[in-house]
């Protein structure tokens, strides 16, 4: 079996660690990589076993307890957790299990992503499966709604729907102007849906951080 990249010779120091840089040994046109191009940076060969079909790229560094068996990384830092897919393009993964889904930025400490994207924030656990988080803490499941005009993501205190993000506190309190101007249909969105919102983080505990996962399809329990 071909293994999956040999050592360019080049090293750099990261939080005390030396690390290598490597490069590929054969094409994985999965990531359109081909044999020759030089990757990222890893500290030993159990943070990118050859038998992967994983790559990371130069910016990418991956070092400690972190392994890469799947997926792609472009960006950010990884120092701990396991990535079996998904797409990496920064941040920071000190633990957790990466599926698939993409991360921008944040720190993931620990629970499970399968899908969505993350932009900011830290997850310390739960399990992601969609939605889009912008920041706050997450510590529990998510909770994913679809089926409404716009997909609705709430984490611990904190609620995306479509692309806008705010606070749930922020959310209770903005005036029908401020909703209007977000989208042509957010006022009536938002006078159909606060209610069954605000109940269903109440019933929850959303702002606590003290709920179980839930995932809700809304043409489901229509």
């Not at 690390?19 to 054969?26: C, E, G, M, S, T």
């Not at 990884?78 to 990466?98: A, K, L, S, T």
């Amino acid at each position: 079996m071909t293994a999956l990249y040999d050592f360019t010779g080049e090293t750099c120091e990261f939080y005390g660690r030396t690390l290598r840089q490597i490069r590929a040994l054969k094409d994985l046109p999965m990531h359109s990589v081909e044999v020759g191009d030089v990757g990222g940076w890893i500290e030993k060969e159990d943070n990118l076993p050859q038998a992967s079909l994983a790559w990371i790229f130069p910016r990418m560094k991956v070092c400690g307890y972190s392994t890469v068996r799947g997926g792609v990384m472009h960006g950010g830092e990884m120092h701990g957790g396991e990535m079996w897919g998904g797409v990496m393009h920064g941040g920071e993964m000190w633990g957790g299990v990466m599926h698939g889904g993409e991360m921008w930025g944040g720190v993931m400490r620990g629970g499970v992503m399968h899908g969505g994207e993350m932009h900011g924030g830290e997850m310390w656990g739960g399990v992601m499966w969609g939605g889009v988080m912008h920041g706050g803490v997450m510590r529990k499941d998510a909770i994913f709604i679809a089926g409404l005009r716009w997909l609705v993501f709430i984490n611990d205190g904190e609620m995306t729907i479509g692309c806008q993000h705010r606070t749930l506190e922020k959310w209770w309190k903005a005036s029908d102007a401020a909703i209007n101007k977000m989208d042509c249909d957010a006022l009536d969105f938002w006078r159909a849906n606060k209610a069954m919102l605000q109940s269903l983080c109440a019933a929850t505990a959303r702002d606590s951080g003290l709920c179980a996962g839930l995932a809700i399809d809304a043409l489901a329990t229509a």
